[in-house]
């Protein structure tokens, strides 16, 4: 089945530093992929995403290009800020009947230091 | 335009008692999606509802758990004789007909099973 591998956490950045958080998926067909953040005692908030292969999401700094030759998407951001910390998890989407389920890697929590 | 609503947002239970988790989809979404996450994991799809209809509830255990999203009211998840296993954020995401690959999450039910 369809399935998406997260690089381990937990991971630690000084404020300004460069992040990448990897992200490669298995799957059938071309699904749409996303990057949600969770927010310590929050739910899950879409980030960005990107619905065929050499697209580009990006919001808030961050950007992740669909990689269909590398079956990734890495998400990256300039320059991290404090407020950026929190838990990162990438995702497809599995057709079921007409919609679409999400499949989650295992997350990715980011701590920014001041 | 209110968010996708989620009660009670914590839930302690006793072993062999019931949780009723319930779920109100954004306005004008149709289609509903549970999703459980246990301790530092990822999330995993449980179940995806219309209205009077479950579509797919390919991720819910056989036993003790059910979900309904009646024509009117709110989406219940429904575990029954909870055991401490069942110990989870459950969220709840609700997407609008016609953009199912668009999921908008609530901030989730934290159950604890004591």
């Known amino acids: 089945g369809n399935s998406v591998t997260q690089m381990e956490g937990p991971v630690t950045l000084s404020e300004e530093a460069f992040l990448t958080i990897n992200c490669t998926y298995t799957a059938t067909g071309y699904p749409s992929l996303f990057w949600y953040v969770q927010y310590p005692g929050e739910g899950l908030q879409l980030l960005l995403k990107a619905t065929k292969a050499d697209d580009k999401g990006s919001n808030k700094g961050f950007e992740a290009t669909y990689r269909k030759e590398t079956t990734s998407f890495h998400l990256e951001k300039g320059s991290v800020q404090v407020s950026d910390s929190a838990v990162y998890f990438c995702a497809l989407s599995d057709k079921i009947q007409g919609a679409q389920k999400l499949v989650f890697g295992q997350g990715t929590r980011l701590t920014i230091n001041p | 335009n209110a968010g996708v609503m989620q009660n009670p947002r914590h839930l302690v239970r006793r072993r062999g008692q019931e949780a009723r988790l319930r779920c109100s989809p954004m306005k004008g979404h149709s289609h509903v999606y549970w999703y459980r996450q246990l301790p530092e994991e990822g999330l995993k799809f449980m179940v995806y509802?219309?209205?009077?209809?479950?579509?797919?509830e390919s991720g819910m255990p056989k036993e003790r758990f059910s979900a309904e999203f009646p024509k009117e009211g709110p989406s219940i998840l429904r575990i029954q004789q909870v055991v401490r296993g069942d110990s989870a954020a459950y969220f709840c995401a609700s997407s609008p007909i016609g953009a199912s690959h668009e999921q908008y999450f609530g901030p989730g039910t934290r159950l604890t099973v004591t």
């Open positions: 509802l219309q209205k009077e209809n479950i579509i797919d």
